[in-house]
């Protein structure tokens, strides 16, 4: 496997499940991201860890847990969720750093969620 | 924080012939700015990134603008081909080193054959 790689690719949960996405970067890469895509808007930051250590959390509900073992593999732990909160999810790597290096960010092909 | 504005949203161009999408931004102490291109059922690419300290750059037949003073850049594409067809976006970050990039809200691009 290359690049950043994301599993499931689709997924269909209802308001009362429990889930969790994955994300795993072949990069050696640092820093990792979850955003949420949306018909009609921006790319929306979810979540940032640079080397295991979550640096930003966009104000997101707490039904959106993520986790960071190491530096290569991200989680999104989902439950409870909203109808509203069904789009696409998408991981990214950056080589980041302790001082945080490039900004250059590589994308997954992203979980498609739906909640009904 | 930062703002990142994307014009147009939709764009129809003749095949071969050149497309151009612009971005502006507000926080003037931005200094990457980096293109994506999302063809359908894929994450967004990197097709090209460009940083404050050059005003051009250029790859094969893409090639990004940067005028900081205006605060505005802008991504061109020649000579295009139907496999242009997709939603590109347009980032900015404001700190080197941070790894937050703000997004704008994306072209679709159609290549008419």
Known sequence: ETGVTQTPRHLVMGMTNKKSLKCEQHLGHNAMYWYKQSAKKPLELMFVYNFKEQTENNSVPSRFSPECPNSSHLFLHLHTLQPEDSALYLCASSPGGPSGGSNEQYFGPGTRLTVT | ?113
Do not use: M
């Open chain 2, 1 to 113: 924080g930062e703002n990142v504005e994307q014009h147009p949203s939709t764009l129809s161009v003749q095949e071969g012939d050149s497309a151009v999408i612009k971005c502006t931004y507000s926080d003037s102490a931005s200094n990457y700015f980096p293109w994506y291109k999302q063809e359908l059922g894929k994450g967004p690419q990197l097709i090209i990134d460009i940083r404050s300290n050059v005003g051009e750059k250029k790859d094969q037949r893409i090639a990004v603008t940067l005028n900081k003073t205006a605060k505005h850049f802008s991504l061109h594409i020649t000579e295009t081909q139907p496999e242009d067809s997709a939603v590109y976006f347009c980032a900015a970050s404001s700190n080197f080193g941070n790894e937050k990039l703000t997004f704008g809200t994306g072209t679709r691009l159609t290549i008419i054959p």
